[in-house]
């Protein structure tokens, strides 16, 4: 849904979440709804792994040098850490993010074949680096970066909303260490809930970018050449001038760049545009952020309180 274009007058293949997935189904059946699972899998592994890691090192090393603890360290502390360890991560996981997109958005339907059909996520990998090169890999990097915003609003976000509920649990009388599962739930679904709305844009911006593979087109076409006996005998040697005519192939691009793209989709489509697919962003992401920060803190509290009571 973020990738198709809507233009006047041609009703657009999907124009809901149900709809859309009742149209893959009938198109392209079960393996339809899970392509590019794998890529997926992988990509959210490093991901996580590495933004978990990177945050809460970086967290605690900015908490030590403002003589704080870090599990309170201020709003700042945990805004810095937050985009930090965002630009680390994406400078690694962004080829994986690029895949992905592109498997997902590939059609098996006849007729609607996209310029690329990768067979899995190495074959992709090596067919992009081999026609479009290794920066092909980061397209969409700089949507990517304003993408930063997103955790920038939904971390220091979640460790307020913990602060709250923790303050609620008090109120009713509970004063467990730790927070319940209820109130971590609650607070990672909202602050997921809140970064996804206030900066949707930049991942429709994303996916039209790593989507876009730049297509060649020759900036002249050289003359039929003539065979036969009534033809002229070829010149002696080619003028300069006619060297400079000969066929070039250039790559052409719709969006050349963040700014560019998002004027050409607010020209072509309007602001509305910014927000395609977004109830199905959230139905996807919301419950997923909840459950893996919900588990995440979980561990965190297990492997602390064994760590306590080992020593």
Not at 20 to 36: D, N, P, S, Y
Not at 272 to 286: H, P, S
Request: aromatic residues 10%; charged residues 20%.
């Amino acid at each position: 849904m973020q990738n198709q274009s809507h233009k006047p007058g041609i009703t657009p293949k999907y124009r809901g979440t149900l709809q859309g997935v009742q149209t893959i189904w009938r198109e392209e059946r079960l393996r339809g709804l899970f392509k590019g699972l794998g890529t997926t899998t992988i990509a959210y592994i490093a991901d996580r792994a590495l933004w978990f890691a990177a945050y809460n090192r970086i967290k605690e090393s900015l908490a030590h040098t403002a003589g704080r603890s870090p599990d309170d360290a201020g709003a700042m502390i945990h805004l810095n850490s937050s985009v930090m360890a965002s630009m680390l991560t994406m400078a690694f996981v962004n080829p994986l993010w690029v895949i992905r997109t592109r498997i997902m958005v590939q059609s098996a339907v006849p007729g609607e074949a996209t310029r690329w059909h990768y067979n899995s996520t190495w074959h992709a990998f090596s067919t992009i680096v081999r026609e479009e090169g290794f920066s092909a890999l980061y397209k969409g990097f700089t949507p990517s970066l304003l993408g930063i915003t997103h955790v920038a609003v939904q971390f220091p976000l979640y460790e307020q909303l913990k602060i709250v509920m923790r303050r609620l649990e008090h109120k009713q009388g509970r004063y467990a260490e730790d927070l319940s599962a209820v109130s971590i739930l609650l607070a990672s679904a909202g602050s997921k809930m809140v970064a996804s709305v206030a900066t949707y844009p930049h991942e429709v911006l994303r996916t039209r970018m790593q989507t876009q593979s730049a297509r060649r087109v020759l900036t002249h076409i050289p003359d039929k050449i003539c065979e036969g006996p009534n033809c002229p005998p070829p010149p002696a040697a080619p003028a300069p001038a006619a060297a400079e005519a000969a066929p070039k192939v250039v790559e052409v691009k719709k969006y050349r760049g963040l700014a560019h793209a998002t004027k050409v989709i607010f020209a072509e489509e309007g602001w509305r545009a910014f927000y395609r697919g977004l109830g199905t962003n959230l139905i996807r992401t919301v419950p997923s952020s909840a459950f893996s920060l919900w588990i995440y803190e979980v561990l965190v509290q297990k492997m602390g309180h064994d760590s306590e009571s080992s020593s």
